[in-house]
């Protein structure tokens, strides 16, 4: 199994700019058999700088699922609109999960 935690910065930082591409990139995702385990808005108080605009952390069978998402080429034409409403994207990918 392959975790991926993403953080997505928005263009301009307005609520929501980039959900319509993201619904579009993740149904995409999902027929590579990824799953979204969770996606939100981080609560930030006013002194915090440099915090996405939303953290996802999804998960998929393994790293050749995963390049299959990310070499799809519906993905691929979805590039233009990617680049209009996100600014930033940081992707950090495990196999593991560290048990507490």
């Given amino acids: 199994m392959l975790y991926i935690t993403v953080h997505l910065y928005g263009r301009t930082g307005t609520p929501g700019e980039f959900r319509d591409y993201e619904s579009k990139a993740l149904n995409i995702f999902k027929r ?4 979204v ?7 930030v108080s006013k002194d915090q700088t ?13 790293q050749s699922d995963f390049e299959g998402f990310m070499g799809d080429s519906d993905r691929v034409a979805l590039a233009a609109e ?13 196999k593991e999960i560290v048990r507490y």
Avoid at 37 to 43: I, Q
């Fill in 32 to 35: 590579h058999g990824g799953e």
């Fill in 82 to 94: 990617r680049e209009r409403v996100i600014r930033k994207t940081e992707v950090f990918l495990s």
């Fill in 50 to 62: 440099g915090v996405p605009d939303e953290i996802q952390i999804l998960k998929i069978a393994s």
């Fill in 37 to 43: 385990l969770v996606a939100y808005t981080p609560a």
